[in-house]
T-cell receptor
Framework: NAGVTQTPKFQVLKTGQSMTLQCAQDMNHEYMSWYRQDPGMGLRLIHYSVGAGITDQGEVPNGYNVSRSTTEDFPLRLLSAAPSQTSVYFC?????????????FGQGTRLTVV | AQSVTQLDSHVSVSEGTPVLLRCNYSSSYSPSLFWYVQHPNKGLQLLLKYTSAATLVKGINGFEAEFKKSETSFHLTKPSAHMSDAAEYFCVVPAMDSSYKLIFGSGTRLLVRP
């Protein structure tokens, strides 16, 4: 049981390039989300999905797109990378959209935009 | 809106001495609270969660936390620190909106001296 798998682990982009961060989970969880982690700020929600075909914005969505075509996969797309998007990105999944259910996190993708 | 405040950005203890990581939450209604741990260059792992069943919550690796409504606190403790406890710890509360996103404190880095 792999849990939540993120690829790549590290990435360097030039300003203006686009890329997709991959996230897959094998726990059949309905709820998936993307967070970014910046020093001294904890984690902040970018986008989330409550099931296949349903996505919504979090608190810092600008510059990012998501889609959810299957229960397992929830990719995050950077349309035109900017230095402000240099961060560590975490994908998470939960069995339910509920305040009582913990999230399971991937290992993270460390992105540097130069 | 819910929020959590972690009162110390860094805590340093000697191996074998007690650990206290402090967290205060803002809302008068918090159905749950979580503590997560992040070891260097790793993802986040759930330490423990409070979901109203009991005010004293035991987690993994000997950690526990006590929910104190009168003080709006949810401090994390461990009787005796190990070198392997060196990590960053996050106090987390779910947002009480349709996203149920996780709201993270800014984190406390625990250093354990030999």
């Amino acid at each position: 049981n792999a849990g939540v798998t993120q690829t790549p682990k590290f990435q360097v982009l030039k300003t203006g390039q686009s890329m997709t961060l991959q996230c897959a989970q094998d726990m059949n969880h309905e709820y998936m989300s993307w967070y970014r982690q910046d020093p001294g700020m904890g984690l902040r929600l970018i986008h989330y999905s409550v099931g296949a075909g349903i996505t919504d914005q979090g608190e810092v969505p600008n510059g990012y797109n998501v889609s959810r075509s299957t229960t397992e996969d929830f990719p995050l797309r950077l349309l035109s990378a900017a230095p402000s998007q240099t961060s560590v990105y975490f994908c998470a999944s939960s069995p339910l959209r509920s305040p009582y259910t913990e999230a399971f996190f991937g290992q993270g993708t460390r992105l540097t935009v130069v | 809106a819910q929020s959590v405040t972690q009162l110390d950005s860094h805590v340093s203890v000697s191996e074998g001495t007690p650990v206290l990581l402090r967290c205060n939450y803002s809302s008068s209604y918090s159905p749950s609270l979580f503590w997560y741990v992040q070891h260097p260059n790793k993802g986040l792992q759930l330490l423990l969660k409070y979901t109203s069943a009991a005010t004293l919550v035991k987690g993994i690796n000997g950690f526990e936390a006590e929910f104190k409504k009168s003080e709006t606190s949810f401090h994390l403790t461990k009787p005796s620190a190990h070198m392997s406890d060196a990590a960053e710890y996050f106090c987390v509360v779910p947002a009480m909106d349709s996203s149920y996103k996780l709201i993270f404190g800014s984190g406390t880095r625990l250093l354990v001296r030999p």
